[in-house]
């Protein structure tokens, strides 16, 4: 059939939003498909209220903890209703930027709600209108993981799409899911005055660098959150208003609520991807560097494909798809410089390689500089200096950085543009950084890394040779 679109774009979170409004802004012809709410996982289940919970549990923590800057401590009183209000509030006052109004009418996107099923490489039905592109894009995202454990289909249980919902304070929460989303609900569930266990079957926080994770686990044993690694579940099920769950080898738990954090999946089933020759299975769809898919017509972006699942990588991919329909340029999909933060207290950032990543690929040839927070004058003065940044590299090649400490994901900037190559550790090392900030972290590991160069055997007798003869 005639094309009725240069672009169709199915999904409207992250990564559908920026392939769409981008190639919209070129002048192209654009259809937007979603069924669901503007803005995705993101916006509506996932980051947006995520953060604004987290902000309401800190501050109630603050209150905790004022005795060390001479104010006395005070026990919050904690309105879970009006924390849930905030949380909402905060999803309101950005879903302006996703608005279908604010796609149609600055963009220029037709924006249809509704189902859409691909009907071949080129045409998509939604509402019973047929809709054909030279270009399709699959930004349809993933869904939480649900382990099989018995018991659980027959209970109430929330995930992440539910339990921002939440109107009453959950008594006992329990968190099956070590995780970046199941360790910032546990600590911020507690600190807004619930009981909280977390049940992991491996190490909680397993992906991250194991002497940062430990800082924060430490720090939410010692407010209240119970964690118990390396433990299964036998068994979830209900006695009369209570839940309760079985961990292999311990004791029942009873509980209000249970959250399910295992991870992701992907079904596709309804949207038609056999129709189009398309390979998925429950880990995503398979693409390739510039994000194609097995029919080379359609794109997937986000976390639908396979690959890392995070907000800025969805942005940063539907960014790739704009400069390969509108302007025809590469567009390879480069994640040297993945940042990923979980927002926990302490805060966990990495970016680039994890220590551990880079010796097994690397080995010995791997060199690590550290400092610690210890030896910021701000952290010193903030009576807060837990935690630490490590910048991993090869030579002078910077492979990494983790950051475990307060705002540790807004100090990632420097090193992801180290290991782009946009920038380097010399340069890091000799900026001039406003006194006194945390910031001043990096400059300092950056001096650290050419230390032993600056100082070494032939600079210094170079000095000594002008001392001599030249001054």
């Known amino acids: 059939m005639p094309r009725t679109h240069d672009l169709i774009v199915i999904g409207a979170g992250s990564a559908g939003l920026t392939a769409a409004g981008g190639c919209g802004q070129f002048g192209l012809k654009v259809a937007l498909i979603e069924k669901g709410p503007m803005g995705g996982d993101c916006l509506n289940t996932g980051c947006v209220p995520s953060k604004a919970l987290i902000t309401a549990a800190r501050r109630a923590q603050e209150m905790r903890e004022n005795a060390r800057y001479g104010i006395a401590d005070v026990e919050p009183q904690i309105d879970f209703g009006a924390v849930h209000a905030h949380v909402q509030g905060a999803i309101e006052r950005i879903a302006v930027d996703d608005s279908q109004e604010r796609f149609e009418e600055e963009f220029g996107v037709e924006v249809i709600r509704g189902e859409a099923t691909l009907l071949d490489g080129s045409t998509v039905e939604v509402n019973g209108r047929t809709l054909s592109a030279p270009r399709i894009c699959l930004a349809i995202g993933s869904k939480p993981r649900i382990p099989d454990i018995d018991g659980l289909d027959a209970v109430p249980f929330l995930t992440n799409e539910t339990i921002f919902e939440l109107t009453e304070r959950p008594g006992h929460l329990v968190i099956l899911g070590g995780g970046p989303i199941g360790m910032e609900m546990a600590q911020s569930f507690r600190r807004l005055g619930s009981r909280v266990t977390v049940i992991e079957r491996g190490r909680a926080m397993s992906k991250d660098d194991p002497e940062a994770a430990k800082l924060v686990l430490d720090r939410m044993g010692a407010e209240g959150v119970e964690i118990h690694e390396e433990t299964g579940v036998e068994r979830v099920g209900s006695s009369g208003a209570s839940l309760f769950v079985e961990p292999q080898g311990g004791a029942r738990i009873a509980c209000s609520h249970i959250l399910v954090a295992t991870g992701r999946t992907c079904d596709f089933s309804g949207f038609g991807l056999g129709n189009a020759g398309i390979e998925w299975d429950a880990s995503g769809i398979a693409v390739n560097a510039k994000r194609r898919t097995s029919n080379r017509k359609i794109y997937a972006i986000g976390d639908c494909r396979k690959g890392p699942r995070f907000t800025h990588v969805s942005g940063y991919e539907g960014s790739l798809v704009v400069l390969q329909v509108a302007l025809g340029l590469g567009g390879k999909a480069d994640y040297a ?135």
Do not use: C
């Open 337 to 471: 410089a993945l940042p990923w933060v979980t927002y926990t207290d302490p805060e966990l950032a990495h970016v680039g390689m994890t220590e551990h990543a880079a010796r097994e690929k690397f080995g010995d040839r791997v060199s690590v500089t550290r400092q610690d927070f210890s030896h910021n004058d701000r952290a010193r003065a903030e009576n807060d200096y837990t935690g630490f940044l490590k910048v991993i590299g090869k030579g002078r090649k910077i492979l990494g950085a983790t950051i475990v400490g307060p705002h540790a994901g807004e100090q990632l900037l420097p090193w992801a543009l180290a290991i782009g190559g946009k920038a380097n550790a010399f340069a890091i090392g000799g900026a001039i950084v406003a006194y006194p900030t945390r910031a001043d972290i990096s400059k300092q590991a950056g001096y650290a890394v050419w230390e032993p160069t600056i100082f070494g055997k032939w600079p210094k007798r170079w000095a000594r040779f002008r001392a001599r003869y030249l001054l």
